[in-house]
Each structure stands twice: as C-alpha cells, then as structure tokens.
C-alpha cells in the first residue's frame, strides 16, 4: 500500500509542477460539464487577477467541454457489416503556464469525418482576427446546422476567444476511428 501512497504523492507533485488545474478522462454528461465549469470558474477566480483572461479562459474550456461531448463518438462495424457508433471517454486538461493557460482536450471521431474537421481548423487557423470576426457572423447567419445540431461556430469561437492558431493531432487508432486532440493557449 505504501508503494501506491507514493505514487499517489508523485502523481500530484507532478500536477503541481506542471500547474495543471484540472485534468479529467472519462465519459461527459451535461450536469458534469456544468461541474467542472464550476470548478474552473472557482479555480480562476483563486488564481488569476485579470478579469478579461478570466472570461477568455472560462469561454474556451465551455467551448472545448462542449466540443468533446458534441462530437465523441467511435464507429464500430460488425462482423455482418452493420455500422455502429459508441458514445466513448473524452480527455480534457487545463493548465496555468506562465505565458498563460492551456486547456487541451481529446476525443474519438469516425475516420470519414477527418477530413472536414482538418479542413475547418486549417481555414480557422489561415484567418486573422477581423476574418475570423466576419466567418463567425457568417456562420451565425446562414441557419444551417451540422450533423451534431449546432452552427459551425466552436472552432471558430475557441479561435476569437485564444486569440492564437489552435494546436491539433490526429491519430489513427484503427480501420474506422481517429483520435483527434486539440491545444489552445489562451494568453494572460
């Protein structure tokens, strides 16, 4: 029992020094979602002066929470060829660095839907902030919907609100599913 004591230990004299806030793995619901925004609220207010990157802050880790559990899923075929998608664990963890915050998340996608989603991010990432402001009214005006029942607009807010290119990774896990994992920094 002592040796995982000191494991405990280490795993939080780690935390400490890489100033991670918050780092949570497993499946999202929306009462949980409204818990950890709690809790980063909370964590912020203790921790950081400025009101402005307060907001900025707390706007991104809503957005990039409810970015995870809008989009996680993972395809499955069976053995007779039926296509199935699972509700599967999200990743999500925030750090105080000191040039600012990091809050990166991570989640399962089907592979056909890659594609889209790289070419969002790289457009979102080639636009300076005024395009990025006319892309979001946009976006806000057409009335269309993607598959998952919102506008379009996560990507393009977390981008307005970092103020910085977002970070991103795609993994092939297998013949069906990615996993897809996203750094924003938000400066102080």
């Known amino acids: 029992m002592s040796a ?13 020094k890489q100033r991670i806030m918050l780092s949570f793995k497993g499946e999202l619901s929306p009462e949980l979602i409204s818990a950890l925004l709690n ?16 907001k900025r802050v707390f706007n991104v880790v809503m ?25 599967p664990q999200g990743v999500v963890m925030i750090a105080h660095a000191e040039s600012g915050y990091s809050v990166l998340t991570g989640n399962f ?8 989603l790289k070419s969002h991010l790289d457009h979102v ?11 979001y009214k946009n976006k806000l005006g057409n009335g269309q919907f993607t598959a998952s029942g919102g506008g379009g607009l996560g990507i393009i807010d977390i981008a307005r609100k970092s ?7 795609f993994v092939p896990l297998d013949n069906d599913n990615t996993f897809f994992s996203l750094n924003v920094n938000v400066g102080s």
């Open 109 to 116: 996608m089907a592979k056909p839907e890659v594609q889209a």
């Open 125 to 135: 990432n080639g636009c300076d902030p005024e395009e990025l402001r006319n892309l």
């Open 163 to 169: 103020g910085k290119k977002l970070e991103y990774g």
């Open 39 to 54: 809790l980063i609220e909370h964590k912020l207010e203790l921790g950081e002066t400025d009101h402005r990157v307060r």
């Open 4 to 16: 995982m004591l000191d494991r405990i230990f280490d795993l939080y004299d780690d935390l400490e």
């Open 63 to 87: 957005e990039c929470l409810q970015n995870l559990y809008h989009h996680r899923s993972m395809t499955r075929v069976d053995a007779d060829g039926a296509t199935n998608r699972e509700e």
